[in-house]
């Protein structure tokens, strides 16, 4: 495959929960660890072999390599490493801590080694004043070095709205915190947050990332595709666009290493429900705990910069 040399993508994917396997239960009405029904290792190397072809095909469309990839719903270290064993992702290498979540669901960024350098990581952990940690994902902090610039890149997986969104408090508190961390680096250094956000781009809980106290101003390119109706994940009957990729504006400067072009859901054919009722929907890998053996019930999100 030949790839253009003449651009960049960052992408993100929520891939739905990529749990380890489950050991055969002893009796068929035990629960399982995961809370899924019959999923074994069978299924498992199934997931991690569709999270590799939802890669390369992002990398055939576009013609190149992610230099950023984002995912979330990664069950620790050993899922991740095993994305890293496949085939496709030999050439990448990863930054990823275990988060505060009880089920041990994580964030992680994979990178291109090639293209940029790691400078410093951390986790960012929402703790109460007397110091006892929610059991939430915790934001995921990496500063990088590409053509002699920094860029802070945030990998986000906010928690959901179940329960009649009892978790709206978690959400605005780990925003303020993000916020707050921006807010912290120097004002000559390039952001990328990317993640599920769990909210759309018009929600008014995302004001303190777009007005801050550090002077930087921040886009989201998500909001023109939720504007008009383009969205990444769906619930019931309602498309949402809770996948996206928000840039400082370092990357609409002419006289930046990257800049930024275009923002995309991808929502390629073979991601989709083969109903014919939900075609425009993500072929999802469970609903409920009945096993679909779909991809994921997230489409990715690129941005494409040249």
Known sequence: MEYDRSKEIFAFYNVENLLLPDAPPVHSADPTISGL???DDRKYRQKLNKIAHVAE???ASEGVLPMLFGVAEIQG???LTDILELPF???FRAVHFPSADTR?????????PEKV????S????LTEESGQVFDTRDILHVRLGFCNEIFNAYVVHFPSRKDKDANFGLRENLVRRLAADIAQNSNSEAVILMGDFNCNPDDKMLLPIFKNNSGKQIFNPFADLY?????????NKSGQTFDQIMLSEHFQQSDFPLKFTAAKVFSHEKLRSSNRKLAQRPARTYAGKRYLGGYSDHFPVITVLN
């Open 104 to 112: 041990g669901i994580d964030v992680a960024l994979l990178y291109d």
């Open 227 to 235: 504007t008009n109706g383009i969205y990444s994940t769906f619930h």
């Open 57 to 59: 095909l992002i990398s």
């Open 37 to 39: 029904r019959n999923w």
């Open 117 to 120: 350098e790691i400078l410093s």
């Open 89 to 91: 992702f030999k050439a």
């Open 77 to 79: 270290e050993k899922a």
């Open 122 to 125: 951390k986790t960012i952990r």
